[in-house]
T-cell receptor, first 112, second 111 residues
Framework: GAVVSQHPSRVICKSGTSVKIECRSL??????MFWYRQFPKQSLMLMAT?????????EQGVEKDKFLINHASLTLSTLTVTSAHPEDSSFYIC????????FGPGTRLTVL | GQNIDQPTEMTATEGAIVQINCTYQ??????LFWYQQHAGEAPTFLSY????GLEEKGRFSSFLSRSKGYSYLLLKELQMKDSASYLC????????????FGKGTRLLVKP
């Protein structure tokens, strides 16, 4: 199957700092990528749909100024959590769509 | 509204068969997916149904009835490593083809 990578896999940061997470489709081009957040023992919650060359589409309740998404190429989307707070600590997962969704391995963010 | 229901937890015995049900009510439909997710890891794809009927893939089978808004995932010859969460997801028919996920069913396989 298709491969999607994420970097970093884990990050610990101080409150108030910004963190960038990269999502790459390694062997296919993805015009659309998705960003999810998952809190412990809960399901995936779609945060935003990232479209190459245009603005991301954010789900209701997700602050676009806090979670900056850039999809600058057909193989790379980035999510930047700005001014992170402890409540932003979560598992962030990206996916890219071919005929089905292929998920990245996820990034565990811990904000102290 | 959009809603996907699946049981929260199930327990089964190694070597047995277990069926995980999923019912959905979505504004559009363009396929139903099952994913397996081990704790702390990203989901991995198990199966995909877009037409009614049964799709078999080794020890895993998935069934879909679009008229009933119903699917199940059948796991045979259960192994301890099958202990995981199983997510049911519906792809809507909108322009973005976004996925709507159920809350997942935590399956515990006991010896």
């Amino acid at each position: 199957g298709a491969v999607v990578s994420q970097h970093p896999s884990r990050v610990i940061c101080k409150s108030g700092t910004s963190v960038k997470i990269e999502c790459r489709s390694l062997d296919f081009q993805a015009t659309t990528m998705f960003w999810y957040r998952q809190f412990p023992k809960q399901s995936l919650m779609l945060m935003a749909t990232s479209n190459e060359g245009s603005k991301a589409t954010y789900e209701q309740g997700v602050e676009k100024d806090k979670f900056l998404i850039n999809h600058a190429s057909l193989t790379l989307s980035t999510l930047t959590v700005t001014s992170a707070h402890p409540e932003d600590s979560s598992f962030y997962i990206c996916s890219a769509r071919l005929n089905e969704q292929f998920f990245g391995p996820g990034t565990r963010l811990t904000v102290l | 509204g959009q809603n996907i229901d699946q049981p929260t937890e199930m327990t089964a015995t190694e070597g047995a068969i277990v069926q995980i049900n999923c019912t959905y009510q979505t504004s559009g439909f363009n396929g139903l997916f099952w994913y397996q997710q081990h704790a702390g890891e990203a989901p991995t794809f198990l199966s995909y149904n877009v037409l009614d009927g049964l799709e078999e893939k080794g020890r895993f089978s998935s069934f879909l009835s679009r008229s009933k808004g119903y699917s199940y995932l059948l796991l045979k010859e259960l192994q301890m490593k099958d202990s995981a969460s199983y997510l049911c997801a519906v792809r809507d028919g909108g322009q973005g083809f976004s996925f709507i996920f159920g809350k997942g069913t935590r399956l515990l396989v006991k010896p």
